[in-house]
């Protein structure tokens, strides 16, 4: 599946709310880059993060928006 809902973590994590998905297109790096700059553009979120050198991208939404972004090497 492209979207992943993670079923382990903290407690009350925004994953576990139902807040955050971890993103994968499984069509590689340079696919979940176009799908990062969309979300980038086009969408409001809490944050965006570019996971593992690009094997996935963090992506949630919750009110008030950060707009936090990051790229992330290590998870």
Sequence with gaps: PAVK???EGVTKS???LGEA???DTRKGKAENQKLYNLIA???EYDQL???NN???IHFSYKAPNR???ANVTQC
């Design 21 to 23: 998905a971890d993103l």
């Design 49 to 51: 993060l570019w996971e």
């Design 5 to 7: 809902l993670a079923d």
């Design 67 to 69: 707009k936090q972004k």
């Design 41 to 43: 553009q086009y969408f």
């Design 54 to 56: 690009g094997a996935w």
């Design 14 to 16: 925004q994953h576990q």
